[in-house]
């Protein structure tokens, strides 16, 4: 029988100049499905006291301005010394600089800061390799998990600045952006140094998210400022009001400085939930893709074929529970008679949910959610997407890198749409030095159903 294709006459990998990726064989991943112990209540326990001890790290601080950037940066870099040109800046002009207390770009955003006598922060988390608390830091705090680390880290401030660096900085922008596109976060300046490090990656957003995808309104991207020197980012900074965050419960406003007791047990509630759900599932394969490509289209019908295609093979298929790729997935899943699982967000008024489930949990919180839907499956599989899609994508990526999560099969489907993110994971190795070489294979490129199946059979 003929593949199902989901694009048309595709480029090749050889055919690309400087051919990014590598395809490694199905035995180099792990689908194992479940790889942790979800009622594990100590664990449960661990991530609540992160919250607890972060919230009440953050609630003392005031003009906050947020820097990230790659922890693999030596001191003698152009961006290590741009990012402490900025640090300084912000330091005499009394802002309190946060940074991931690590090596690279925010090491040196807290030595300028410091030599300019300013307040110095770090939010670190506990690594294998690379991250240790930098000597310009003057009050930190550390985490096991990057749920909780990455919370903290990009919880309000009046700015965020984002230097080049690898997979971890990609997923903490995705973050700040993708949650003040949905409203959940406070729309402060964000601000991208580096030309020619954020050049190609706006690009592959404006042409490809927003024009094939339909899932990024370039009315936000045009609010970012891409500069190349200190002085110019701190001119979008300078005059950021200084925001005060309230921590009202509902789910519109998902970080505070203060009173934060009930919303503790509220995610803490949430959090046994969703574990409590995930220890149902089994062979379960997860699908992200964006909400906006409608019945009928190619990558619909792609997604459909998808979802089918794991209900015949005895796979569970799960999504974030809406419309688009997750509808269509969930529709190809349950007419095959399949296991069809939405992981959803709930407002006080609704749930999102599309009509082929057969299970569903929904999450106030969307990093809750984000938890939840990430943990590790038998596979991870892509579709085109905006904000939301690339976030997931970098978080998992994040977490194989840094040897948080096993090696799961991550799989993008359709290289016309995702070559030029390809292409310019070869500019991070090959330009810019923030990731490794090994890093570019974390993900899997197919244009077919049948492709699919023989890395998660």
């Known amino acids: 029988m003929a593949k199902k294709k989901i694009v048309t006459n595709p480029p090749q990998v050889s055919e690309v100049a400087n051919a990014p990726v590598r395809t490694l064989p199905p035995q180099n991943f792990t689908t194992t499905g479940e790889v942790v112990n979800f009622r594990d209540s100590w664990r449960i326990f661990r991530i609540i006291s992160e919250f607890i001890e972060g919230y009440q790290f953050l609630s003392k601080f005031k003009k906050e301005v947020t820097i990230l950037g790659s922890a693999r940066l030596p001191s003698n870099t152009h961006y290590y010394k741009v990012a402490q040109e900025l640090g ?21 955003a807290n030595r300028g800061a410091f030599e300019a006598n300013g307040n110095t922060v770090g939010i670190n988390i506990q690594l294998p390799f690379e991250q240790r608390i930098n000597p310009y830091v003057k009050e930190s705090v550390g985490f096991f998990y990057f749920f909780s680390r990455k919370v903290m880290l990009t919880s309000p401030a009046n700015a965020f600045v984002f230097f080049p660096g690898g997979f971890g900085t990609l997923d903490e922008f995705f973050e700040v952006v993708d949650y003040m596109e949905l409203g959940h976060m406070q729309n402060v300046p964000v601000v991208l140094v580096g030309k020619d490090f954020w050049g190609p990656l706006v690009k592959f957003l404006r042409k490809n998210s927003s024009g094939i995808a339909h899932s990024v309104p370039e009315s936000i991207i045009d609010q970012w400022h891409i500069v190349d020197t200190a002085d110019d980012a701190f001119k979008y900074i300078k005059d950021a009001p200084d925001l005060a965050n309230s921590c009202d419960l509902n789910d519109g406003s998902i970080y505070c400085q203060g009173g934060a007791d009930w919303r503790v047990f509220r995610i803490m509630a949430e959090l046994v939930d969703g574990f409590e759900f995930l220890t149902k599932l089994q062979n379960d394969v997860t699908v992200f893709g964006t909400k906006s490509i409608l019945p009928g289209s190619s990558y619909y019908n792609a997604a459909y074929e998808v979802g089918k295609m794991l209900a015949q093979n005895g796979f569970t298929t799960i999504t974030g529970g809406g419309p688009g ?3 269509a ?10 296991e069809s699982v939405g992981i959803n967000m709930r407002t006080e008024k609704s ?3 599309n009509n082929y489930l057969t299970t569903s949990t929904g999450f106030f919180f969307p990093f809750v959610r984000k938890l939840i839907i990430t943990a590790p499956s038998k596979a991870f599989i892509f579709f085109p997407g905006g904000f939301g899609t690339l976030h997931q994508l970098f978080e998992l990526l994040t977490l194989q890198e840094t040897k948080k999560m096993p090696l799961i099969p991550t799989i993008l489907v359709g290289r016309d749409f995702w070559q030029p993110l390809l292409d310019y994971f070869h500019i991070l190795y090959q330009d810019f030095k923030t990731i490794g070489m090994s890093d570019r294979d974390l993900v899997i490129v197919v244009d077919s159903a049948d492709e699919i199946l023989k890395y998660i059979k």
């Open 88 to 108: 300084f800046l912000l330091g005499k002009n009394g802002f309190t600089t946060i940074t991931g207390g690590g090596p690279g770009i925010m090491e040196a």
């Open 329 to 338: 997935a969930n529709k190809g899943a349950f007419e095959a008679g399949g």
């Open 351 to 353: 749930e999102r949910v």
């Open 325 to 327: 790729v997750m509808e």
